[in-house]
């Protein structure tokens, strides 16, 4: 009886032993071995076997870790301030470095970033901060990735995720913008105009030329008017040339009537404008 509970006994000791020897290190991680105190080294993925009480087997993570940088109040170089929030993401490359070099990975990337991310949207303006965001993303990376250097970490990228502007800002922008297209609406209009100006101007040179342009371009006016079946009938005519004609009709007009109100008397012939031939007056004198 006593021979049957020893065997039970070390059966239970061997298998406390093994269940503390035995570490399992997943494919995402990889593991740093201390033994009493002083790291051993790294460990591979797969099933690892320790001495217990004398090491201690630390996994780390090896997959990239998504972490958000919380809305900080920035004010940039020309004075104004600004939300501005964004997301980092990083991936541990040395394990080792990870464990012994820092207490805490995350907190730390995440306290430096947020410094990292005040220090580089100040040194921007605000048109800078909202139309060079790749920039700007670019730049707190490279800040980033000199610190976290020494700890074995490698920031992979930085986004900034949100802009936040006070709303007497958001009103001078729109208006702004608003006054911005107005401007362009108006360059547009003149280059317009300029153009139209200028095609006239060459259309009448080529009427002058070719004075039967002129009248086909009337008769096509007259087929866009007969369009719409009105009853409207048009006479097209040059308008200077018929003003000049109406002219000379009323001129006429009128020493017609001039003539016939003041008659001349038979036999009171006008005098006679010959100049004389020596020296004698002249005739009707």
Do not use: C
Request: no cysteine; net charge neutral; hydrophobic share 45%.
């Amino acid at each position: 009886m006593s021979t049957t509970v020893t065997v039970v006994a070390v059966i239970v000791v061997v298998l406390i032993v093994l269940g503390l020897a035995v570490r399992i290190v997943k494919q995402y991680e990889k593991g740093v071995l201390f033994r009493f105190g002083r790291v051993q080294g790294a460990r591979e993925p797969g099933l690892r076997l320790i001495i217990p009480i004398v090491d201690v087997l630390h996994r780390v993570s090896l997959r990239i870790v998504t972490m958000p940088i919380q809305s900080q109040g920035i004010i940039t170089r020309d004075n104004v301030s600004v939300d501005v929030s964004a997301v980092a993401y990083f991936r541990v490359v040395d394990a080792v470095k990870s464990v012994v070099a820092i207490e805490s990975v995350r907190v730390a990337i995440d306290q430096i970033a947020q410094t990292t991310l005040r220090k580089v949207v100040g040194q921007h303006t605000l048109d800078e901060t909202l139309s060079e965001t790749d920039r700007i993303n670019k730049d707190i990376r490279e800040i980033l990735d000199v610190a976290t250097l020494d700890w074995g970490v490698e920031v992979t990228l930085v986004e900034l995720k949100d802009i936040q502007l006070p709303e007497s800002m958001k009103r001078a922008m729109a208006r702004q913008a608003e006054a911005e297209r107005e401007k362009r609406a108006k360059i547009i209009n003149a280059q317009g105009e300029s153009l139209a100006a200028t095609a006239l101007g060459e259309a009448s040179d080529i009427m002058m030329e070719h004075p039967l342009a002129l009248q086909l371009r009337n008769l096509q006016s007259l087929v866009e008017i007969g369009v719409d079946k009105n009853t409207t009938v048009v006479f097209p005519a040059p308008l200077m040339s018929t003003i000049g004609e109406l002219g000379s009709f009323l001129a006429r007009e009128t020493a017609a009537a001039t003539g016939a109100a003041n008659p001349v008397p038979v036999g009171a012939g006008t005098p006679n404008l010959v100049p004389p031939t020596n020296g004698a007056a002249p005739v009707g004198s």
